[in-house]
Each structure stands twice: as C-alpha cells, then as structure tokens.
C-alpha cells in the first residue's frame, strides 16, 4: 500500500482479555518498528524486526507482549492478560531497511487501546 | 543511551509570528534526526530528516537545524498559521541503539 496501515484503529477491551493489533507496512520495507505512546508523552520504543525476525525486542515492558512477523511483512503485537496500564496508542512505522536509516520512519495511524 | 529532550512542553503564539521548537539530545553519535507532526489523536507525519552530514534542512516555511557538537536541533516555522497548531517531536537515530529515540514533544497552539 501507499502507506503504513494499522487495525484497528481503535480497541476497547476488559482487563484480563487478549488483544492482537496488526500493522501492515509499505512494501518492500524491510524493517518494521512497534511503539507506545502514553497521552502526553512522546513515542517509546517496544520492539523491532529486520526481516521476519525480532532484531531487538529490549522495549517490551514484560512477558505479556509479543510480536511476530512470520512473513517479513504484516506484524502482529499481542498483549496477553491485558491490564489498565496497557492503555496507550500503539504506533508501527516501517523503513527500507535499518542501517543505515536514510530514508527515516513512516508512521501508521495507530491503534488506540483502551483497557477498562 | 540516547536521551532525546524537548523544551517548552508547550507554547503559543498570534499567527503570524515565526515559531521556534528546541531539540537536544545526549548521544552525539547520532545518525539522523527528524522532525515530526501529530495532529490529535492521530499518527506522526514526517516534516523533516536531517542525516550527521547535514547541518539544515528546509522544505516551505519549515526549516531545521542540526548541531551535533552542542547536540542540539531547531525547527523553524516561519509566518505561523492556526493550521500549524500540533504537536511536534523529534526524534533521533543513533547506530548505539539502531532505533529512533524521541523527546516528549511540543504542544503549539497558534492564535488567530
């Protein structure tokens, strides 16, 4: 596509559920980046891949996040037992490649989750 | 580690009046920086992307500066317009931690 497609856009769940969000980047950028963004806060880093695999996964806050790219293209991030502190936009961006970064990030829309 | 500051959190100013945004960061090994723009409840669009080479880049009434050495970036908006009012983040990029690092971004309200 033209651009970085993320859904949903907006997701409202119960404490303790299971949520999956996708991103589907711009073809042919190979490398595809997760953030979180809290309200009023700038964007921080989740999660990272080169390819199909997790180049560097360091921002996951805890075990109840996971993400995957089997493909080298859509990501999914999964957030297990979700909880109120979850809540945040969650940002994917994409880039032709990570090193070196010339051609800088475009951003998704993002995903609102809301955890009541 | 990269630490990416923005100061002020948020400013306003009349339309018109030519606004300036402050970025400094701590790892002077940086590769790039940009410059982006988030409406409400909406994505970051890219504004500008500055590479370690560079000192400034301009695109319209935008313009922004790279100095690595004080470790610092400005953005420049010239003759603002209400249509301007965002927020703006930079963010940047060092090979340290082959990822983007942002500042908390500042909130620009501009009065007509």
């Known amino acids: 596509g033209a651009g970085v497609s993320q859904t949903p856009s907006n997701k409202v769940t119960e404490k303790g559920k299971y949520v999956e969000l996708r991103c589907d980047p711009i073809?042919?950028?190979?490398?595809l980046y997760w953030y979180r963004q809290s309200l009023g806060q700038g964007p921080e880093f989740l999660i990272y891949?080169?390819?199909?695999?997790?180049?560097?996964d360091s921002g996951l806050p805890n075990d109840r996040f996971f993400a995957v790219r089997p493909e080298g293209s859509v990501s999914t991030l999964k957030i297990q037992r979700t909880e109120r502190g979850d809540s945040a936009v969650y940002l994917c961006?994409?880039?032709?490649?990570?090193?070196?970064?010339?051609?800088?990030?475009?951003f998704g829309s993002g995903t609102r989750l809301t955890v009541v | 580690k990269q630490e990416v500051t923005q100061i002020p959190a948020a400013l306003s100013v009349p339309e018109g009046e030519n606004l300036v945004l402050n970025c400094s960061f701590t790892?002077?090994?940086?590769?790039?920086l940009q410059w982006f723009r988030q409406d409400p409840g909406k994505g970051l669009t890219s504004l500008l992307l500055?590479?370690?080479?560079?000192r400034e880049q301009t695109s319209g009434r935008l313009n922004a500066s790279l100095d690595k050495s004080s470790g610092r970036s400005t953005l420049y908006i010239a003759a603002s317009q209400p249509g301007d009012s965002a927020t703006y983040l930079c963010?940047?990029?060092?090979?340290?931690?082959?990822?983007?690092?942002f500042g908390g971004g500042t909130r620009v309200l501009v009065k007509p």
């Open positions: 961006a994409s880039s032709l490649r990570t090193l070196p970064n010339s051609y800088g990030y475009t």
């Open positions: 073809s042919g950028h190979t490398a």
């Open positions: 891949f080169q390819g199909t695999g997790a180049a560097d």
């Open positions: 790892d002077s090994a940086i590769y790039n």
């Open positions: 500055i590479q370690s080479s560079q």
């Open positions: 963010a940047g990029y060092s090979f340290a931690g082959n990822k983007l690092t």
